[in-house]
C-alpha cells in the first residue's frame, strides 16, 4: 500500500495477531483477552462480516472491522433492526493522530461497499469528529455506558 502501510483481513488462525489485538482491547476498553481471543478466532458470520488489522512497516497498529453484533444492541435493543456496524476501531496511541484510523475507515468501507454492502452504522463517544470528517452522518444521540454518544451512519454507493 503506501507508506509501508498494509491491510489485511484478520484470519481466525492468525493466533499472533488475535493475541496482540486482545491485549490492546483490554488496555483501551477492559474487554477481558479470552473473550476477544475466542471471538477472533471463531468468526462466527452470525457476528463477525470482517476484521481488519492495519500494519505499518509490518507491525501491526490499527485493526477494527465490520460486525453484526455489537454492544449497544445490548442496551438499546431499538437498533437491532440496524446494521452492519462498523467496531472495535482501534489505533495504538503511539499511530494516533496520523491519519491510521482514517486509512483503516476507508478500507473497511471499500471491503464493505465490494461486498455488497450499501449502509453501515457505527456509535462513537471518543472519535466522532473523525467520522464526520469522513462523511459519516449522526442519526442520534444516546447515552451509552455513561457516555454521550453518536450513532452515525453512512451510505456507501456501489462500485
Request: hydrophobic share 35%; net charge negative.
Amino acid at each position: 500500500m503506501m507508506n509501508g502501510i498494509t491491510i489485511q483481513k484478520l484470519l481466525p488462525s492468525d493466533h499472533a495477531r488475535i493475541e496482540s489485538i486482545a491485549h490492546w482491547y483490554r488496555e483501551e476498553w477492559n474487554v477481558p483477552a479470552e473473550r476477544t481471543i475466542k471471538r477472533l478466532s471463531t468468526q462466527s458470520p452470525d457476528d463477525i462480516i470482517f476484521h481488519l488489522v492495519l500494519s505499518k512497516d509490518d507491525q501491526p497498529v490499527a485493526t477494527g472491522g465490520l460486525y453484526h453484533q455489537v454492544g449497544i444492541l445490548m442496551e438499546h435493543e431499538k437498533f437491532r433492526a440496524t446494521g452492519p456496524w462498523v467496531a472495535l476501531v482501534y489505533t495504538k496511541p503511539e499511530n494516533r493522530n496520523q491519519g491510521i484510523g482514517r486509512i483503516l475507515l476507508d478500507e473497511i468501507e471499500n471491503v464493505s461497499r465490494e461486498i455488497g454492502i450499501r449502509k453501515i452504522y457505527l456509535y462513537t463517544f471518543t472519535a466522532e469528529t473523525l467520522y464526520l470528517r469522513s462523511g459519516w452522518k449522526p442519526t442520534e444521540r444516546i447515552i451509552y455506558h455513561g457516555h454521550d454518544t453518536v450513532v452515525m451512519e453512512k451510505e456507501l454507493p456501489g462500485i
